[in-house]
């Protein structure tokens, strides 16, 4: 904006200010501020200068073009507009239009924004009852909602997430259920999963019986990383003198 837009602005606003002392809603702030939207709307929420404002008319500028914003579909600006503005109930209701056509990764992080932990865990319910993990659980980790946490980790260690469980109980740190997801993964040979959830539950015990699978087996190198990540010095030497011409990267 150049200075004699500023200049303009500036004096809009003021005049706006001076003969509107007593708002009687907010509704009217809006609409008395609409006058000098679309000269912000041209430039930008993300180049727009308000600093010569008091912060009750950037407020209410801010929020007049946020409600611009979304009278225009703009709903990525209106949430810029409306953070600037520190009207969290309107980033609420973005979020809760956000949460209403299914673009629930979107909605999380306007709540976020407005630190609302109640719709937080709406929706992070709301997620896992859809199949929704992974926002499911950024949802009840925004919240810190340990409890629902657990009960989406039980349910993909069901379905077999193994992803989705080990980041759960590794983020909560229960080392028992970190072992018991590396148990099943073991089972269904999943080696690679078994071996990161047992390294994230620091169970060196597991981490050298996983080594030991993946020697009779023949998988030298996930056995030697595997006995490495067990502090096995004994089996990670026994590898290296006994089968280093076969390990190209060890």
Same mark, same amino acid.
């Given at each position: 904006?150049?200075?004699?837009?500023?200049?303009?602005?500036?004096?809009?606003?003021?005049?706006?200010?001076?003969?509107?002392?007593?708002?009687?809603?907010?509704?009217?702030?809006?609409?008395?501020?609409?006058?000098?939207?679309?000269?912000?709307?041209?430039?930008?929420?993300?180049?727009?200068?308000?600093?010569?404002?008091?912060?009750?008319?950037?407020?209410?500028?801010?929020?007049?073009?946020?409600?611009?914003?979304?009278?225009?579909?703009?709903?990525?600006?209106?949430?810029?507009?409306?953070?600037?503005?520190?009207?969290?109930?309107?980033?609420?209701?973005?979020?809760?239009?956000?949460?209403?056509?299914?673009?629930?990764?979107?909605?999380?992080?306007?709540?976020?924004?407005?630190?609302?932990?109640?719709?937080?865990?709406?929706?992070?319910?709301?997620?896992?009852?859809?199949?929704?993990?992974?926002?499911?659980?950024?949802?009840?980790?925004?919240?810190?909602?340990?409890?629902?946490?657990?009960?989406?980790?039980?349910?993909?260690?069901?379905?077999?997430?193994?992803?989705?469980?080990?980041?759960?109980?590794?983020?909560?740190?229960?080392?028992? *259920? =970190?072992?018991?997801? +590396? $148990?099943? /993964? &073991?089972? !269904?040979?999943?080696?690679?999963? %078994?071996? #990161?959830? @047992?390294?994230?539950?620091?169970?060196?015990? *597991? =981490?050298?019986?996983? +080594? $030991?699978? /993946? &020697?009779? !087996?023949?998988?030298?190198?996930? %056995?030697? #990383?595997? @006995?490495?990540?067990?502090?096995?010095?004994?089996?990670?030497?026994?590898?290296?003198?006994?089968?280093?011409?076969?390990?190209?990267?060890?």
């Amino acid at each position: 904006m150049s200075v004699d837009e500023d200049k303009i602005v500036r004096k809009m606003v003021s005049e706006i200010a001076d003969s509107n002392e007593k708002f009687m809603s907010h509704s009217q702030d809006i609409e008395n501020f609409k006058r000098i939207v679309p000269v912000l709307l041209e430039k930008g929420i993300d180049n727009v200068n308000l600093s010569m404002f008091d912060e009750a008319t950037r407020s209410k500028l801010l929020n007049a073009l946020g409600e611009e914003y979304i009278r225009r579909g703009n709903m990525n600006d209106s949430v810029k507009a409306f953070i600037l503005a520190g009207n969290r109930q309107r980033l609420v209701e973005v979020g809760e239009h956000y949460e209403e056509v299914g673009l629930f990764t979107n909605a999380i992080d306007t709540y976020r924004l407005a630190d609302s932990n109640d719709n937080l865990l709406k929706i992070g319910k709301k997620c896992l009852e859809n199949g929704h993990f992974a926002d499911a659980i950024r949802a009840f980790r925004l919240c810190n909602d340990a409890e629902s946490l657990i009960k989406v980790g039980d349910e993909c260690f069901q379905k077999g997430k193994w992803d989705y469980a080990i980041e759960i109980f590794s983020a909560i740190n229960s080392p028992h *259920k =970190l072992a018991e997801i +590396g $148990d099943k /993964c &073991l089972k !269904e040979r999943q080696i690679g999963y %078994a071996a #990161k959830a @047992y390294e994230l539950a620091h169970d060196k015990e *597991k =981490l050298s019986s996983l +080594g $030991d699978v /993946c &020697l009779r !087996e023949g998988l030298l190198a996930t %056995a030697l #990383k595997t @006995y490495q990540l067990a502090g096995n010095d004994m089996m990670v030497q026994f590898i290296r003198e006994n089968f280093g011409n076969k390990l190209s990267s060890y």
